[in-house]
């Protein structure tokens, strides 16, 4: 199985990573991470760090002329907000020294994890958590789960996503967009992010696309943030990925955690699932067929999971994010040291961050299938994972 772990703030010197139980032989070079950093910071309605920020990853060990040598993968990515000429954050930001004369932030912005967060760990200046809890970690998340991204592109297994929604401009429902995401998906899942990349929401329809940029623009205008909704798809999946025998071995219920675990995600939907629960059963469950070879199904509004297991069909995960809580518009909060109630302080922020998050979703995605099919077919190098995968 393969396990990370991610450290570092969002303005101090730099992001670290480490990836351990990666197979050996795997192919990886820092661009096959660096396409999917560059892909996260694309996207209409991010704020003015993402002009900045440059995100190219620096391995420091685990990868060998080319290639993992199994042994745990190192990676760093440097904060150009904390380098940049005169930017402060090395002072505000520093390891050691005291702390004095540095301003402590005190006003907690509501819905973000600033309250909460500094009464859990006792602080008088919310800075470390505004720090950590930021999204800028998603950045050195994208990179570890890049390197599964890559096992199972060598597995023949594809991932791809695009928005579906943005505040309030979105499609009605999967019968406006299925089809063209299955004509995209028709040789695996890059084609339809490929397609999604093309567009700055990352949505496949022009004018619902431009009608999001007029909201974000509107929305921008009045100091306010947006959520919304995306897909993922994963095509290429092996039959009986994950079990129904065991709680915490169901292929559904990892994705969701996996997308959970993305700041600002508050809803998760698998296949048409939301959908699912008000109609009837034979509305929802997808007719089994067979090809002499497979049991292919009619339909796909299970999403590709049936009894917490793969099933063969493309899995289909749908992710929820609530808009961001750092606004230019004022809300009511409370001083964490006087109680005082006064108004939030003016934030650099971005509107909506949308298209990067349906990015962040794809790259954990990636991680707990490599996981369940590193389960399902073990191995200690990508040559033995193949074989044991032939005839899956
Ligand atoms: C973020 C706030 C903004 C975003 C940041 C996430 O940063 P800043 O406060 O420096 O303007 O730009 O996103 C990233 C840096 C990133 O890499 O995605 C937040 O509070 O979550």
């Not at 909460?116 to 006792?122: L, P």
């Not at 958590?129 to 998340?141: F, K, L, N």
């Not at 205008?221 to 290429?236: F, P, R």
């Not at 509107?351 to 200690?380: C, H, Q, R, Y």
């Amino acid at each position: 199985m393969i396990r990370y772990l991610t450290a570092g703030e969002s303005h101090g010197e730099a992001l670290i990573g480490i990836v351990e139980g990666v197979p050996a032989g795997l192919p990886l070079v820092a661009d096959d991470i660096n396409v999917h950093l560059a892909r996260r910071w694309m996207g209409f309605g991010r704020g003015g760090r993402a002009k900045f920020e440059q995100d190219l990853v620096h391995f420091y060990s685990g990868v060998r002329f080319s290639k993992t040598m199994g042994s745990p993968i190192a990676l760093k990515l440097e904060n150009a907000a904390f380098l940049q000429d005169k930017s402060g954050w090395p002072e505000v930001m520093s390891v050691d020294g005291s702390g004095e004369g540095i301003e402590k932030i005190t006003l907690p912005r509501p819905g973000h994890a600033d309250l909460t967060g500094a009464q859990k760990y006792g602080f008088d200046d919310i800075r470390p958590v505004i720090d950590r809890s930021s999204a800028r970690e998603t950045a050195m998340r994208v990179a570890c789960c890049s390197i599964a991204r890559k096992l199972l592109q060598e597995l023949g297994i594809q991932i791809g996503s695009h928005v579906i929604r943005i505040g309030e401009v979105g499609y009605d429902g999967p019968h406006d967009y299925a089809e063209k995401v299955a004509k995209l998906c028709q040789y695996g899942a890059f084609g339809l992010s490929e397609a999604a990349d093309g567009n700055e929401v990352r949505m496949l329809d022009a004018d619902l696309s431009r009608r999001c940029i007029e909201h974000i623009q509107t929305v921008k205008k009045e100091g306010d943030s947006l959520g919304g909704v995306y897909e993922v798809i994963v095509t290429g999946v092996p039959v009986g990925l994950g079990s129904y025998v065991q709680w915490d071995r169901k292929l559904d219920a990892r994705l969701g955690h996996a997308i959970l675990s993305i700041q600002a995600q508050k809803g998760v939907e698998i296949g048409d699932g939301i959908a699912a629960a008000s109609a009837r059963g034979s509305a929802v469950h997808d007719p089994i067929s067979f090809d002499g070879k497979s049991f292919p199904r009619l339909q796909n509004r299970a999403g590709g999971i049936e009894g917490g297991m793969s099933n063969g069909m493309p899995i289909v995960v749908r992710g929820y994010m609530k808009p961001i809580p750092t606004l230019i518009k004022p809300l009511g909060t409370a001083d964490l040291n006087t109680g005082e109630e006064q108004p939030t302080r003016y934030e650099r922020s971005d509107v909506t961050s949308v298209p990067a998050a349906s990015t962040v979703a794809e790259a954990v995605i990636a991680m707990e299938i490599a996981n369940a099919v590193l389960e399902k077919f073990g191995g200690d190098s990508l040559e033995e994972i193949r074989s044991r995968m032939v005839g899956r």
